[in-house]
């Protein structure tokens, strides 16, 4: 699949804000369920996966906002 397409795929996903929040809560929650370890590098790992999880988000966003610049500046080229 061409990188443009995968754009106008993610672009598509997070634009279908339930879908999208439902997915990320999803992920989110899985990193964050208890396993009964109160191991101090297991908990920081915990955290990191979830700063982590937050800065691919951003990165997904940024990819659906190049989507809808190159989309909008496209308008009337022929």
């Known amino acids: ?3 443009e397409q995968k754009k106008v795929k993610i672009s598509k996903f997070l634009a279908d804000e339930s879908m999208s929040d439902t997915v990320y809560l999803a992920i989110r929650d899985s990193f964050l369920k208890k396993r009964g370890v109160k191991d101090v590098q297991v908990l920081a790992a915990e955290r990191l996966a979830v700063d982590l999880l937050e800065d ?3 990165e997904l966003e940024r990819y659906a906002t ?4 190159a989309t909008t ?4 080229h022929v």
Do not use: L
């Open 1 to 3: 699949m061409k990188e």
């Open 56 to 58: 691919a988000w951003k």
């Open 66 to 69: 190049e989507v809808e610049i």
């Open 73 to 76: 500046t496209r308008v009337g």
